[in-house]
């Protein structure tokens, strides 16, 4: 059974997260109100939810739950009032978000739970300013939040046991899929993974080996289909044939001694920066960040009706409809 969902959350910022965050349980039914002194806060949000409506519309062409109230405000306590549930998007600073999170700390009730959506900072320092840092987990996902359906959780030092459970059950309701990160690790376990990618791709910007457009047709046009079916380790157990794992690692294990990688990233010089910038800016051509968004939206809602119809991977998690 699906667990209930929050009826009123509160969000510590509106950017690209805190945006996908407010569409996410906004579009699920909770009442959402949005902290975000940023005088333009509810125009990028309205775009947001205008993407995330046309998204959402094509995972359940046969309606959708009605939306609750969404408010923008200014002031933080305004925010948190009535809140049943409560996350922070804030910049990848940790100075702020433990300041902010303390904030937050001091006008809610005990029982309410805070989520950091921090990409990789520890939660032992980010509750390291609370009067209850039991309450704190991250709970990390990824863009568009209102479409991906993971969210990574992780527990500090002090973070209680039942944070957890309970903040996977809020998660849970409003379609997502939590992966709880049992030891506390910078950049928990997706980041880490594709830092490893953008690493090595970074590298073969700045030796000329390829460009950005390469790069990303190396990944859309081969293993990145394959991920949105199953994980690489199942993968490679398939590539192994009826003999399955044992036998991929025993015929391409000896390739892991061969210098086929660097997981030092290359000094971020100037002269990288540009080429990078300028190669990213060539790719994309005259098409707008909205319009890149859509065609987003248009993928992973064709992927994941396809992976519906087999009940399998991304498709048992959507977003739930009518």
């Not at 906004?26 to 902290?35: I, K, N, Q, Y």
């Not at 094509?58 to 959708?64: I, Q, W």
């Not at 953008?198 to 700045?206: Q, T, Y």
């Amino acid at each position: 059974m699906t667990p209930a969902r929050p009826a009123r959350v509160g969000l510590i910022g509106g950017g690209v997260i805190g945006g996908g965050w407010a569409a996410r349980f906004c579009l699920a039914g909770s009442d959402v109100t949005v902290f975000d002194p940023d005088p333009e806060a509810v125009r990028k949000l309205d775009a947001v939810f205008a993407n995330a409506r046309r998204a959402l519309n094509g995972l359940h062409p046969d309606g959708r739950p009605a939306e609750g109230r969404l408010r923008v405000v200014v002031g933080l306590a305004e925010a948190l009032d009535g809140a049943d549930f409560v996350q922070e998007s804030l910049p990848e600073r940790e100075d702020l978000k433990i300041g902010m999170l303390a904030e937050a700390d001091a006008l809610l009730s005990a029982d309410i739970i805070i989520g950091s959506s921090t990409s990789g900072l520890l939660p032992s320092r980010l509750q390291s300013g609370m009067k209850h840092p039991e309450r704190l987990t991250v709970g990390h996902p990824f863009n568009p939040v209102y479409l991906l359906p993971l969210v990574e959780l992780c527990g500090g030092e002090k973070t209680a046991p039942e944070t957890i459970t309970r903040a996977s059950a809020i998660y849970e309701s409003v379609g997502m899929h939590p992966l709880h990160v049992r030891k506390e690790i910078d950049g928990f376990i997706a980041d880490r993974l594709l830092e490893a990618v953008w690493r090595e791709a970074l590298h073969m910007i700045n030796d000329g080996i390829a460009t950005v457009d390469e790069i990303d047709r190396a990944i859309s046009m081969g293993p990145g289909l394959r991920w949105s079916l199953m994980g690489t380790f199942m993968i490679y157990r398939v590539a192994g044939g009826e003999a399955g794992m044992r036998h991929f690692m025993c015929q391409f294990g000896p390739a892991l001694k061969l210098p086929w990688t660097k997981l030092e990233a290359p000094d971020l010089t100037d002269e990288l920066l540009e080429r990078i910038v300028s190669q990213s800016d060539d790719q994309a051509g005259d098409t707008s960040i909205r319009d890149l968004e859509r065609l987003r939206d248009d993928g992973l809602v064709a992927i994941l009706n396809a992976l519906r119809t087999m009940d399998h991977g991304a498709g048992r998690f959507l977003p739930p409809g009518r």
